[in-house]
């Protein structure tokens, strides 16, 4: 899997799209996984995941490194939206003022 910044994406958009076609490529945005570009060249034969491996593969990880009791896991995740959601906002307003600055606009 390759990875890029959006920055980076955004400039080559169309270098992304051909390699994604190869392999997934993962956006980041400060360092932090934003999207995913998966190519959709039906000329290339992927074999499909089958969910029978998926779960095999989780419950080995799970064997091995063990689970994270049910209270915990969704507190967790209710802590994690809560960031992002407050993250989203505040980059957001980063991005609009770097956008405004670039094309010489003022707010």
Avoid: C
Avoid at 78 to 95: I, L, M, P
């Amino acid at each position: 899997m390759k990875k890029a910044t959006l920055e980076r994406v955004q400039a080559r958009l169309s270098e992304y799209v051909a390699a994604s076609v190869k392999h997934p490529v993962l956006i980041l945005r400060a360092g932090k996984p934003v999207a995913m570009l998966i190519g959709l060249d039906r000329k290339v034969h992927r074999t499909p995941t089958k969910l029978r491996v998926v779960l095999k593969r989780a419950w080995k990880d799970y064997e091995n490194q063990g689970g994270v009791p049910h209270e915990e896991f969704w507190k967790a995740l209710a802590e994690e939206v809560g960031k992002s959601q407050k993250r989203g906002q505040h980059d957001n307003t980063e991005e609009n003022e770097s956008l405004r600055r670039k094309r010489g606009s003022r707010p």
